[in-house]
């Protein structure tokens, strides 16, 4: 089995991308950056995720962004209830770099590790306001990642996969039911309590609700009240 | 004055680089990334050159790269002494993407300041052996950087300089005089003492030795006997 290193946040996105890498036959080598988020329990369940889904290995690095600040995922920002950013619009749950960031986290792992594949779990409806989810980011992540290892210098290539890249919320829970994701593990609110439950009123919560009624699949999170 | 962001590991490059930026008259934020390092020293050295020569800030960021492990700047393995690494091996000193980490956390410093700047101070000596240091690389992490972030999707642009690219050692260490650089407040040695002390026979003793004795500069490091 050919090694990969998956992105792993603890939100429905990613525990999808790694069900499919582990389709395609994949050893999964699950990353997960503690970047200094307020909500510490989607990285309680990136782990649960990882070991349900198959992982054998996950690891969580530490990079302190927190002492960079300017996001509402790290700072004192209160994060928006009820409001859906629109396509021109950059949310302030925007973290300066931070797929960025972690693709370089995962690629130096990768490099480590042999692993010519990183997957990671950037879809359509983030890349509206994320401008590090969008395909050309992805692309050119790629293309660095090629020019910066030995990897790319002695050959071997690496390829950075975005299989959720352009699929709805709706597609994403469907395709999670299909490879048999079990969604009530995993965290997307980014006001999660320290158990893990979900406000049901931020960008997240909204969006995931939403793609699970549209999707016809009964909404398995947990919400605070 | 117009912010930018200079990446400064402690040691002679990056301390020229900051030297550079002020010159060309930015309000220098300086930056350096504790990854797990053996030789932490070379942070302190880092805060001594950021104050001497007039950063307006000077910030360490914690990114965990010990736990990827791959080098032995961070792992348990041997730093070779007395050999210079040949032009078509990469050295066990290498950290894997460590340059394409340290430049995305700069990219995230640099979008919350407002900064359309990024220095780094990779050089044509180091290019031999690390793939992360060539010219293509920062050419392609300029090109990411501009379609990761909110300055790259609303125009206004970041740019990568990467000033000693084309440079030698000697001719760094002539330019770092002609600036008024104290070379003695920094420190490249990979084995370097809590004092910051060189051991005087790792890669980058070497190099640095051999680029003072080039340029006719007397050699200022503090030797460890």
Known sequence: MKNAVVLVSGGMDSAVVLAIAREQGFAVHALSVRYGQRHTSELEAADRVATALGAVAHKTVNVDLRSIGGSALTDDIDV????????????????????????SVALGWAEVLGAADIFCGVNAVDYSGYPDCRPAFIEAFERLANLATKAGVEGAGIRVHAPLQHMSKAAIAREGVRLGVDFGQTVSCYKADADGRACGHCDACRLRAEGFAAAGIADPTRYMR
């Not at 409001?83 to 960025?100: C, Q, S």
């Open 80 to 103: 928006p209830l009820d409001h859906v950013a629109g396509a021109d619009e950059i949310p302030v749950t925007y973290v300066p770099a931070r797929n960025t960031i972690m693709l």
